[in-house]
Nanobody, 114 residues
Framework: QLQASGGGLVQAGGSLRLSCAAS????????TGWFRQAPGKEREFVAS???????YLADSVKGRFSISRDNAKNTVYLQMSSLGLEDTAVYYC??????????WGQGTLVTVSS
């Protein structure tokens, strides 16, 4: 089970850190990703971290977002900075099993205001 948290209302240019905590699985044995879905849009990939801690970021967030994992806390983070209106979305964390993201959290809403 995945629990995403840390969303909220932030002004443009601000920062937020999202957390994804897991129960029943260990993040360090899986790849983990963050996705987001803005109103009226399809869900899109944001960032991922592999078991070996290699990270990947969507072009739209490179230089502004970062993904990390704390194995001791079994938590994956998405650090977001220089937030813009276009970053408003529900953010989901997910765990990859083989080639599919199989387990999904419930989502946390990020709203960026002008």
């Amino acid at each position: 089970q995945l629990q995403a948290s840390g969303g909220g209302l932030v002004q443009a240019g601000g920062s937020l850190r999202l957390s994804c905590a897991a129960s029943g699985l260990t993040f360090s044995t899986y790849g983990t990703g963050w996705f987001r879905q803005a109103p009226g849009k399809e869900r899109e990939f944001v960032a991922s971290i592999t078991r070996s801690s290699s990270t990947y970021l969507a072009d739209s967030v490179k230089g502004r977002f970062s993904i990390s994992r704390d194995n001791a806390k079994n938590t994956v983070y998405l650090q977001m900075s220089s937030l813009g209106l276009e970053d408003t979305a529900v953010y989901y964390c997910a765990v990859r099993v083989a080639y599919d993201y199989k387990y999904w959290g419930q989502g946390t809403l990020v709203t960026v205001s002008s």
